[in-house]
């Protein structure tokens, strides 16, 4: 990775020195994302490859690949045994695990990928995990005056590269211009519908006519494009099947690949309803999802110790979502007012005054630290593996949901903090840290519902030493004091069990729930470097940056966590009670 991070990075020779010494101390999960961010965001010239950096990137991509499960799409069952059921299969999963001859792009007209890296997008993944030939392909095909290379309704061919499938077929769905729930135009459906048949007659034209080929179509415009998902359903599944009759002797297999539950759900509704599709009614989640869950949980049930390592993302699985706006306009309606519209931005310094600053830390602090119910049964399924193991709790979150679901505090280690702890600013020692209960009681008693402030100066709290300003005790600078007793258990419960790993040959599994970039030094990064020791995996559950580096044991599981937990645990619990 190093080396392909020196082919990306456009530097000087006067600082190569630096940025050399840079690029070998950085962590292998910043590596891996300076390169996944840069091959999104590098123009690619169509007539000047850079052969040294694909190389790379392609034995990068083919070591990565060993890792991840593959599904090949002829073992996909189709959703019936006769007729057009016959040649139709739903899946459920990642369309890029797929081994398929085709698997379809929902890119858009300039054909050459995503270039804003955030962006979870199908067209960013693709090219993601084909690597950056795809994109140079792409730039091969003569664009028009307008800088085109496709157009609304149509399709072009490219391999498939460093992905398991083939080749992928490009093609870009209708844009609705309108508000949501608007029905499309008669036009907008034509265009939907030649998506799907315009790819199908450029396949068959590749693949020929005797070939038992498989094509995997994703949900197309119903994303950013605004197409209504219950309406591009019956648009897709129809066009499908009508061309399937227009060749009632081709021996291929049309897969609707969808990733949420809820256009599965739409699929199954419409199949059921409109074809009769009885075989689909017990459909499974995904091929895919279960091999990767299967994995987890044999990681977990062999396990002789498990280290629970709770980011944001598992806060988040519990209703507690920071960066909701509809969490946040629920629970802080007269913030919303202010201007404010997450949880999110109250983390760093801000511009208010001490009675709006404990208005609001006092109320949010008595919500989410006392008052919390989780929305799903997320911590029930963490107790339940919490009991069957040897287990420690590592949490970056300061809501002590995890107390408050009943877990032992002597097995928790909250590295950033809690919020039912209030320590001096200064600080003035490193004892100067109180229980924030009684400040909180005196400061809700004096809360203006209508303005969320203190009415009260007196119930702003002042440190009970020297008089000067508080904070909540959480990791937000140098002035932060961290609980000694905590890190103390934490590091020697990992001490020992470091050490039966080492000496008596015991299993060690770190489960990671929703831990990302943010603060990737507290969970992320320090979780890899356990997971590089024999002896010692890595479960990541996360829906976007599942990705297990190839230096460290483990598996990745793209999935909300309420719904991987439960998966795992349900295989973990069997296997212990069998």
């Not at 950085?26 to 490859?49: D, G, M, N, Q």
């Not at 949501?180 to 907008?188: A, C, I, K, T």
Request: charged share 20%; hydrophobic share 40%; proline share 6%.
């Amino acid at each position: 990775m190093e080396r392909i991070a020196f082919e990306l990075y456009d530097f000087h020779q006067d600082h190569c020195d630096d940025v050399e010494h840079a690029i070998q101390l950085a962590p292998t999960s910043y590596l891996r994302r300076f390169i996944r961010e840069s091959l999104t965001t590098r123009h690619v010239s169509s007539t000047h490859p850079n052969e040294t950096l694909f190389e790379l990137v392609d034995k990068l991509l083919l070591l990565e690949s060993r890792k991840r499960i593959v599904v090949p799409a002829a073992s996909i069952p189709p959703l019936g045994q006769d007729g057009v059921l016959s040649r139709i299969a739903l899946f459920e999963g990642d369309i890029t695990t797929l081994a398929a001859d085709v698997i379809v792009n929902a890119a858009n007209t300039a054909m050459l990928g995503c270039f804003q890296p955030a962006h979870k997008c199908i067209d960013n993944i693709i090219h993601d995990r084909a690597g950056p030939r795809l994109r140079h392909a792409c730039a091969s095909v003569q664009p028009d005056s307008q800088g085109e290379r496709l157009t609304t309704g149509h399709s072009s061919l490219t391999p498939g590269f460093s992905l398991p499938a083939s080749f992928v077929s490009h093609t870009v769905g209708p844009q609705l211009q309108r508000k949501r729930g608007v029905r499309p135009s008669p036009s907008e459906e034509a265009a939907l519908a030649s998506c799907y048949t315009t790819t199908l007659d450029e396949s068959l034209t590749l693949l020929g006519a005797t070939s038992q080929a498989t094509v995997a179509f994703p949900c197309i415009s119903t994303g950013l494009f605004g197409y209504p998902s219950d309406l591009a359903t019956g648009v897709a599944v129809e066009a499908v099947v009508t061309w399937l009759n227009a060749h009632p002797t081709l021996p291929w297999k049309v897969i609707f690949n969808t990733f949420l539950a809820s256009d599965t759900h739409l699929y199954q509704s419409y199949f059921t309803s409109k074809y009769n599709a009885k075989a689909i009614v017990d459909l499974p989640s995904s091929v895919a999802r279960p091999s990767a869950i299967a994995e987890a949980a044999a990681l977990i049930k062999d396990s002789d110790f498990v280290l629970i390592s709770a980011g944001a993302g598992l806060s988040a699985a519990a209703g507690l979502d920071y960066t909701s706006p509809d969490v946040f306009a629920k629970h802080h309606p007269v913030m919303v007012k202010r201007g404010y519209r997450t949880m999110y931005e109250f983390i760093g310094p801000q511009d208010w005054t001490p009675a709006l600053q404990w208005g609001y830390y006092f109320a949010q602090t008595n919500l989410v630290r006392y008052q919390w119910q989780p929305t799903t049964p997320v911590y029930t399924l963490l107790k339940a593996l919490f009991h069957a193991k040897n287990t420690f709790i590592h949490t970056s979150n300061a809501d002590g949901l995890f107390e408050q679901q009943g877990f032992p505090t002597q097995r928790i280690y909250t590295a950033q903090g809690d919020y039912s702890r209030l320590q001096c600013l200064t600080p003035c020692s490193q004892q100067s840290v109180w229980d924030i209960r009684p400040f909180l009681d005196r400061g809700m008693a004096c809360l203006d519902p209508q303005t969320n402030e203190i009415t009260d100066s007196d119930a702003i709290p002042r440190c009970p030493k020297c008089r000067g300003a508080m904070m909540l005790n959480v990791r937000g600078g140098r002035w932060f004091i961290e609980s000694a007793q905590q890190k103390a258990a934490y590091e020697a419960w990992l001490d020992h069990a470091h050490t039966q790993v080492r000496e008596r040959a015991k299993t060690l599994v770190v489960v990671e729930i929703g831990a990302g970039f943010n603060t990737p030094g507290v969970l992320r990064i320090p979780n890899e470097k356990l997971a590089e020791t024999t002896g010692v995996a890595l479960v990541r559950l996360n829906i976007h940056d599942h990705d297990v580096p190839l230096t460290s044991n483990g598996v990745g599981v793209s999935e909300d966590a309420a719904v991987a937990l439960q998966e795992i645990m349900d295989s973990v619990l069997q296997c212990t009670t069998t």
